[in-house]
């Protein structure tokens, strides 16, 4: 399930990198950071890869519902 979506976000614009973890009840987390003077508004930095990737989702993946959420910016 990991795979299409971070192959989605990898090489967006400012992203310095990424980490993912999995869980057994099927729940992944996907942390991306990004340079400090990245505009959080730009389409790299939300849900637009996400959305790109959930066509090749699994179909109960989509039904459960894929969540985008940012963080605040830490200094």
Do not use: K, W
């Not at 940012?70 to 200094?75: A, D, I």
């Amino acid at each position: 399930m990991a795979a299409p979506i971070e192959t989605q976000i990898n090489g967006v614009d400012n992203m310095l990198y990424m980490s993912s973890t999995s869980s057994s009840n099927g729940q992944m987390t996907l942390t991306v950071y990004f340079s400090l003077d990245t505009d959080p508004t730009s389409p790299g930095a939300g849900a637009e890869p996400v959305n790109l990737a959930v066509p090749q989702l699994p179909a109960a993946v989509v039904q459960q519902g894929v969540n985008v959420r940012r963080s605040p910016r830490r200094s």
